[in-house]
């Protein structure tokens, strides 16, 4: 039998409490349960807007190394022990410090973790760090991969930071990553999906293609009446300070990309491309979203950073109808032709173990609500 909605039970009046334990991903209200448990152990009291819907925005530490390579420490190994063997130099954040463009770093977090054994936990760039083109992962002790943190883990954790386009201007609470914590299996499979699309409308489309989460396509048809399309990179710019919103002009630091007649883009390897997707997303208060790779066969490309989709994302009721996802593309080794409407990611949804208090874009301030094409919010016309 189908599990009744969360949002059905709400309706009710039978909110899930975060102490029922339900399978899924936690909520805003069951993260500040696992702040008070000591769970999650800041080094300094949380910041205004750092608990988001679905996620914890993660802060960068006191103290950061630029590193000779990028590393996972491995079941046996711990990530100071990797720090000590490969670091080149440390470097104070308290009062800032620019991370060069080419160059590895490996930051403290200012949270730890004493997950419960039945806790698990996944990272992400923030959508702002990967608009900057910021390659961000985070790394704990004993890691057989990034941005995976075993339920169960106990200790400190770590922020590899590369900025890739632009150098970048950081310092001690700078937030780039976000994690979310979750108990058991929340994602919700291909013949649930399709429910939920019926119910829903997950993407502006009757027809959506449903193949390990809904596909994503992307839009080179033009968002305006000269033809935009995306933005590509500027190299050799100034820097970008990440706390610092709407700060820098967009022609500074982006070339605008128009349609062709043929309506596709040649990637150019080693370049940062902006582009959108062509459906609008739409991700129930029940629900959470994160955009992966459609099919690595379909193309040596790239087309995201940041993943995580909070619930309310897009949704009519928190301001959002008609959301875009926004695309954050690198070529890999060759020149890559992308054409119009070519299917680049899909979105996979899990379940919430509780409806969040606040939905992104309502009761949570968003610069990505309702977007279209749209640059980190950093930049300005």
């Keep these: 039998m189908e599990e009744e909605p969360l949002a059905a039970q709400a309706s009710a009046g039978n909110r899930v409490p975060a102490a029922a334990y339900r399978p899924g991903i936690y909520s805003d209200g069951m993260i500040e349960t696992l702040l008070a448990e000591g769970v999650i152990?800041?080094?300094?009291?949380?910041?205004?807007?750092?608990?988001?819907?679905?996620?914890?925005?993660?802060?960068?530490?006191?103290?950061?190394?630029?590193?000779?390579?990028?590393?996972?420490?491995?079941?046996?190994?711990?990530?100071?022990?990797?720090?000590?063997?490969?670091?080149?130099?440390?470097?104070?954040?308290?009062?800032?410090?620019?991370?060069?463009?080419?160059?590895v770093y490996i930051a403290e977090v200012l949270e730890t973790l004493a997950l419960p054994e039945k806790v698990s936990a996944s990272a992400n760039p923030k959508s702002s760090t990967g608009r900057l083109d910021v390659f961000t992962r985070v790394i704990v002790d004993h890691a057989a991969a990034f941005d995976a943190i075993a339920a169960g883990y106990c200790g400190p954790v770590f922020a590899e930071i590369s900025p890739r386009t632009f150098p970048v201007l950081v310092r001690t609470g700078s937030r780039l990553s976000q994690i979310r914590f979750r108990r058991g299996d929340a994602r919700v499979d291909d013949r649930a999906l399709l429910a939920l699309h019926q119910r829903a409308r997950l993407v502006d489309q009757d027809a959506a293609l449903i193949r390990d989460g809904v596909a994503l396509s992307v839009d080179l048809s033009g968002f305006d009446r000269l033809g935009l399309v995306g933005y590509r990179g500027k190299r050799h710019t100034g820097l970008v300070d990440v706390d610092r919103p709407g700060a820098y002009r967009k022609a500074d630091f982006w070339e605008p990309i128009h349609l062709s007649e043929r309506r596709e883009l040649i990637l150019d390897p080693n370049e940062f491309y902006i582009l959108a997707s062509k459906e609008a997303v739409h991700v129930p208060p029940d629900h959470a979203a994160e955009m992966v790779p459609f099919d690595a066969g379909v193309g040596e490309f790239r087309v995201h950073y940041a993943g995580f989709f909070d619930p309310g994302f897009g949704h009519a009721e928190a301001g959002g109808a008609g959301a875009r996802g926004v695309l954050e593309v690198r070529s890999r080794d060759v020149p890559f032709i992308l054409e119009d409407g070519q299917v680049v990611g899909r979105l996979i949804y899990e379940r919430m173990a509780e409806l969040p208090r606040a939905l992104y874009g309502r009761e949570k301030a968003s610069n990505y609500q309702a977007q279209g094409l749209k640059l980190s919010k950093h930049f300005i016309d």
């Design 41 to 103: 152990r800041p080094a300094i009291p949380l910041a205004d807007g750092q608990i988001q819907p679905a996620s914890l925005d993660l802060r960068l530490g006191r103290r950061a190394w630029r590193i000779r390579a990028s590393f996972l420490p491995g079941a046996n190994g711990s990530v100071a022990e990797r720090i000590a063997h490969y670091a080149l130099h440390e470097i104070d954040l308290t009062a800032g410090a620019v991370l060069e463009t080419g160059c």
